[in-house]
């Protein structure tokens, strides 16, 4: 299995590398399509062009790290956000009016979506080891199960110790008992007898 992400890493991140320079070099086209949206949240006219020279060097930085197998759940999740709202502004099939363009348009937003399931699997992928999730419920029911021992022995000791406080009580009891019995003698032996 490390063989194959060794491999599929590289070829995943390629298209966001590929698409992220292109962006860069080439924004203006890409910030046409993400103007009615910027315009929506009140933003100025150069904000969408910041946004998608924004949004190429994310592609490119984090399309780099997958490459890399640096990081690879974390630059997955970027690569994934990155890519929603690019496919909204460029594939916006929904909104085409030719048939012709609105059938690539679709075709171009199923293959985004594609990109899109395979970065989450990225995401999802531990290696063969157990997630944290796992790990954090693994270890949460140890706990539950280290601190009910804690308790069963702390219990049993309490009870011990009632028991040894009990007798030692009771002792203490008779012995006192005796002592103010033999101190009544004593003290009724001393008294003239009339």
């Not at 993400?34 to 399309?63: H, Y």
């Not at 690569?79 to 030719?98: D, F, I, M, Y």
């Not at 293959?111 to 790990?135: C, I, M, Q, Y």
Request: aromatic share 4%.
């Amino acid at each position: 299995m490390a063989v194959l992400r060794r491999i599929t890493r590289p070829l995943l991140a390629t298209p966001f590398v590929i698409e992220g320079a292109r962006a860069l070099r080439s924004p203006l086209p890409l910030a046409a399509g993400t103007g009615p949206w910027a315009r929506r949240f009140g933003a100025s006219a150069d904000v969408p062009l910041r946004v998608v020279k924004l949004n190429a060097a994310v592609q490119i930085g984090a399309g780099g790290l997958l490459a890399l197998g640096r990081l690879p759940r974390t630059a997955s999740l970027v690569l994934a956000a990155s890519l929603v709202p690019a496919t909204l502004a460029e594939h916006a099939w929904w909104k085409e009016e030719n048939p012709e363009l609105r059938k690539d348009q679709l075709r171009e937003f199923a293959h985004r979506l594609g990109l899109f399931g395979a970065l989450l699997l990225g995401a999802a992928d531990t290696h063969g080891k157990p997630s944290a999730a796992f790990r954090a419920r693994t270890a949460t029911m140890r706990g539950r199960k280290k601190a009910h021992r804690a308790v069963v022995r702390a219990g049993e000791h309490v009870h011990a110790a009632i028991g040894t406080v009990g007798s030692g009580a009771s002792a203490a009891a008779s012995g006192t008992g005796q002592a103010l019995h033999s101190a009544a003698d004593s003290a009724r032996a001393k008294l003239p007898h009339h």
